[in-house]
């Protein structure tokens, strides 16, 4: 059985990773899978705890996010489509006036 | 009347009340009537209310109208009080004060904003009438301080003038040092007596046992503190310094607060509480030695002063001076008495200085007149009375209260301090006469040092001559009361305030005959000095008038120290004002207030501006920025869980 470190070293890594996506990244999209990828980081470290602590209660959290991530996925993807249309461009650097 | 006594200070108080409010729309004769009607009755029932309280006998007639401050067991009414020195001041203040409003509808007439000079002329005389008629010291201050009030009032008259309005702050703060020291005077008087009521607190005070020379307890500090405020308000050294620049006020003014009545309110406080004074030699001594000194010292600096009212603004402090010596050898009554006859000659002489430069056109520099004695002969011939009366020439008034104060010096026991201030006071007799009659010669006599062509010399109108005739008449009778005392006669001015400063011990009947050929004696010596200083001025400017100039030329170094007052302004510049101007510019206004005051209000405004700046650049709207302070967030919050835990549960705790 893997110990449970491992999945949370895993996680944190896959966390840092989408840290350092989210800031250095310039276009939406890349930011935007970045989001998932931290999203679904904590999903592992919830699901790794939820094991290793034999409740249940990790693995309906991660539902959840699951349900969230899509909801928000949804609403993002349109949000960057608007931009796109309206900018001409995917580089949040052109986007920093918190309107479209 | 003496029940209404209180009529008598609010008839002016109403008068300068009706003309400050009304008389700026009014045509000048409404405003006339109104003042001259208000202190004339007030001069009325003043003469009522004296006669009523000669009749009825009494020593004090003394009437409590309302409290007005009760704390504790403290308390201070609006009591007012008559005894014989009141009635000697009140009649002088409301009477020279009546005069000298005449005179002023005259020398006022063409000004601008003559109501508001009656208005606060009647607002001096409603003070002044406090003054004299409280009867306790904190009634006595309002009025005290209200006519320091009138009177910077009225020295900044004509306040567009630089030099007026400046006269008056400086007549004003002057003092202000002495006022200082009267009440403190007054709160060391209440705590050791618990009253400030005369009549309670000269009771309590006449059973403590005196203070011998060199002693200084209670008596003799609270003494010499509200001695501290007569000198600011009586001119005397080292506060004099005021009252020559006050004679940039109007005249009248210079007559009647500056000369007659306000600076004598000094004496007059000294007098009202000769039973303070009357315990501690000590003080005695110093008020004898300040006026003494006062008198010489102000006398030499009036023998070169050209311009005519400086000259009698001088002789003012040198009369007030004599005044001071006398209360301070004890002789309250020569004090008084001179007080009188000084406020008669000495407005007289202001109000023909007035006449000569109504005349004049405006001039007050004595080497542009000269001759005038033809052209004027009613302004010569009261102001030659008046030269008289303040050289002290029988029989004219000045003569016998000059008379009796050195008198009193000279027999208020032996020693050489006391002689020193006999021979003191003599040589100012002398100066007096000399600068006296200098001003005459020069005013008066000679040939015209002026275009003849341009000025048109005239004589005043009535109104101005009429004050000018009574107080002649005054200055030559006022000092008669005295008169029968040199034939071996009751002295009626003594007599008559015997109840107030007590009799005179009663000397025997030998002793009574020796004194009195002293007292022949010493007049003559006092006469002789004056006729002496006489004689030198009719030398130096009608027979020989190049003489003044050649003795002035060969005797350089003290003419002109002479001439610049003996730096006592420049003196008092460099000692106290300009360090005190330094202080309040660098230290209090540019390092307190504007660096420190103002420095942390704008201080607190300009750092909160600047962070909000600063901040403001984190809010670049660049959303990867958030992100960024988001992640350093999440990490300085990791970071002390993981390295500081002790400080991370104080920080939950705190959440909590």
Known sequence: MVPTNYYIILSAILFGLGVFAFIFKRNIITIFMSIELMLNAVNLAFVAFSQALGKLDGQVFVLFVIVVAAAEAVVGLGIIILIARNRQTLNVERVDLLKL | MLEYLWIVPLLPLLGSAINGILGAKWPNKYVTLTAISSTGLSFLCALEAVREFLESGQALSRKEFFTWIASGNFRAGFDLQADRLTVVMMLVVTGVGWLIHIYAIGYMAHERGYYRFFSYLNLFMFFMLILVLAANYVLLFVGWEGVGLSSYLLIGFWFLKKSASDAGKKAFIVNRIGDFGFMLGMFLLFRTFGTLDFQTLFTKAGSWPAEPMGHFGTFTVACLLLFMGATGKSAQLPLYVWLPDAMEGPTPVSALIHAATMVTAGVYVVARSHVLFSHSSTAMLVVAMVG?????????????????????????????????????????????????????????????????????????????????????????????????????????????????????????????????????????????????????????????????????????????????????????????????????????????????????????????????????????????ASLIGLAVAYRLYIKNPRKADDLARSMKPAYTTLLNKYYVDELYAAAVVRPLLWLSTNVFWKATDVAGIDGTVNGIAHGAAAIGDGLRHSQSGNTRSYAVWVVAGAIVVLAVIFFWPSASKIALGLVR
């Open chain 2, 292 to 528: 003494c000194a006062t008198a010489f010292f102000a006398a030499t600096i009036g023998l070169v002063q050209t311009d005519i009212k400086k000259v009698l603004a001088y002789s003012t402090v040198s009369q007030l001076g004599y005044m001071f010596l006398a209360c301070g050898v004890g002789a309250f009554t020569a004090g008084i008495f001179h007080l009188m006859t000084h406020a008669f000659f000495k407005a007289l002489l202001f109000l023909a200085a007035g006449s000569v430069i109504h005349a004049m056109g405006g001039e007050q520099e004595m080497p542009k007149m000269g001759g005038l004695g033809r052209k004027i002969k009613w302004t010569y011939a009261t102001m030659f009375i008046a030269t008289l009366a303040i050289a002290g020439i029988p029989p004219f008034a000045g003569f016998f209260s000059k008379d009796a104060i050195l008198f009193a010096t000279f027999q208020s026991g032996a020693g050489d301090r006391i002689r020193t201030l006999y021979v003191l006071g003599l040589l100012a007799a002398v100066l007096t006469a000399f600068y006296m009659f200098r001003l005459i010669f020069l005013t008066f006599h000679g040939k015209p040092r002026y275009d003849e062509h341009k000025v048109h010399v005239h004589e005043s109108p009535w109104s101005m001559r009429g004050p000018l005739v009574v107080l002649a008449i005054l200055s030559v009778a006022g000092g008669w009361f005295a008169l029968p005392a040199f034939f071996q006669g009751p002295d009626y001015f003594a007599n008559f305030l015997g109840p107030v400063f007590g009799a005179r011990e009663a000397v025997e009947a030998g002793a009574e005959a020796a004194a009195h050929q002293l007292e022949l004696i010493l007049s003559g010596v006092a006469v002789l």
